[in-house]
């Protein structure tokens, strides 16, 4: 059993590696494979997103687990679902902004989705939020 495996059972996001709601399990049908196929998660930090069994082993570089927690979390207030798998992998990491300017970008862009008015207080919580500007932690900005 790898670590994000193991974290799985702990009910541990494998992107933040915080608690998170494991809400089903999918088992492949293809004969003599007993393993979960994939993980439909749901996470305070990440958002809701499916994760294919063959991309947890990936999971280990912290890049990359940045990378695909802002996209989960971005395509989560999008509304647009996500299923992480071998197949989209690389794509949806260089979706993620890889410099400061264009992780800045899109901090100011999930922000002023949350706003629909200039008058609106803004709900953010750095505990939680920091996933909107791709960085590893709260105290990552820079």
């Known amino acids: 059993m790898g670590i994000a495996e193991l974290m799985l059972s702990k009910n541990d996001c494998p992107l933040c590696r915080q608690s998170a709601n494991i809400m ?43 990378a695909l927690s802002g996209i989960a979390r971005e395509w989560t207030e999008l509304k647009r679902p996500l299923e992480i798998n071998k197949d989209n992998l690389q794509s949806l990491i260089n979706l993620a902004p890889k410099t400061f300017a264009d992780k800045k970008r899109k901090l100011l862009q999930s922000l ?23 960085v590893c932690s709260s105290t990552d900005y820079g």
């Open 112 to 134: 002023a989705r949350k706003c629909n008015t200039y008058h609106y207080d803004l709900p953010f919580n750095s505990d939680e939020d920091y996933t909107y500007a791709y």
């Open 24 to 66: 089903a399990t999918g088992i492949s049908g293809v004969p003599g494979n007993s393993g979960t196929d994939f993980y439909d998660l749901e996470c305070v930090r990440c958002g809701h997103f499916s994760i294919k069994h063959d991309v947890l082993e990936e999971l280990q570089n912290p890049e990359v687990r940045v």
